[in-house]
């Protein structure tokens, strides 16, 4: 078993920055893709961003040029700096990571979640 656990949400200024991180703990031999999902309420799950093992990065294009995806392979983490924080940025951000385990299965995993509001 395979757990990814968040942290660095909560309340943040419009304009201000925040830093979410992302561990991974468990049966890891390797991590594939890891990224960055949010949810606002009454929305569905989108892509924010996406960082792949060689260190490709993706972005949604509502926060390309604010937000910066990196990860952290010995340590199995990935991090996501947020600045330029607009209201519109509120929502659950989910931590996601394609976990190979030591016989090389795949599977997906999924954080519990992390709340964040930008609001005055």
């Known amino acids: 078993q395979v757990q990814l656990v968040e942290s660095g949400g909560g309340l943040v200024q419009p304009g201000g920055s925040r830093r979410l991180s992302c561990a991974a703990s468990?049966?890891?031999?390797?991590?594939?893709?890891m990224g960055w999902f949010r949810q606002a309420p009454g929305k569905q799950r989108d892509l924010v961003a996406v960082?792949?093992?060689?260190?490709?990065?993706n972005y949604a294009d509502s926060v390309k040029g604010r937000f910066t995806i990196s990860r952290d392979n010995a340590e199995n983490t990935v991090l996501l700096q947020m600045n330029s924080l607009k209201p519109e940025d509120t929502a659950v951000y989910y931590c996601?990571?394609?976990?190979?385990?030591?016989?090389?299965?795949?599977?997906?995993?999924w954080g519990g979640g992390t709340q964040v509001t930008v609001s005055s």
């Open positions: 960082i792949t093992s060689g260190g490709s990065t």
């Open positions: 468990g049966r890891i031999f390797s991590m594939d893709a």
């Open positions: 996601y990571a394609g976990v190979r385990d030591h016989e090389l299965r795949y599977a997906p995993y």
